[in-house]
């Protein structure tokens, strides 16, 4: 099993940033590639970053690039999401997953392992 503990959320305004963190624990050798995704209220669960464990490749959701930047501390277990330039439609419950295949991909399928969310706002 693994344990995902995510932090960071908050309220904050148009064009401001904020940093999520994912604490990983237990067999966290079972997990090749971490994610985020969002959940807005009234909307289903959306892909926003990923990155691989072992070199740190990563993919992006196109409305992300350039804003959001996803990277890892592998002696901490530790992911982290930098999102600058924020915007209302940033808005959602954001979510750290992590699955043990390769793949940087958009689906969520894969994933096996889920934290409990934490909460963004952002006020215009």
């Known amino acids: 099993q693994v344990q995902l503990v995510e932090s960071g959320g908050g309220l904050v305004q148009t064009g401001g940033s904020l940093r999520l963190s994912c604490a990983a624990s237990?067999?966290?050798?079972?997990?090749?590639?971490m994610g985020w995704f969002r959940q807005a209220p009234g909307k289903e669960r959306d892909f926003v970053a990923a990155?691989?464990?072992?070199?740190?490749?990563?993919y992006y959701k196109d409305a992300v690039k350039g804003r959001f930047t996803i990277s890892r501390d592998n002696s901490k277990n530790m992911v982290y999401l930098q999102m600058n330039s924020l915007k209302t439609e940033d808005t959602a419950v954001y979510y750290c997953?992590?699955?043990?295949?390769?793949?940087?991909?958009?689906?969520?399928?894969?994933?096996?392992?889920w934290g409990q969310g934490t909460q963004v706002t952002v006020s215009s």
């Open positions: 237990g067999r966290t050798f079972s997990s090749s590639v």
């Open positions: 997953a992590a699955k043990n295949t390769i793949v940087l991909d958009p689906s969520e399928y894969e994933y096996a392992y």
């Open positions: 990155i691989r464990w072992s070199e740190g490749s990563t």
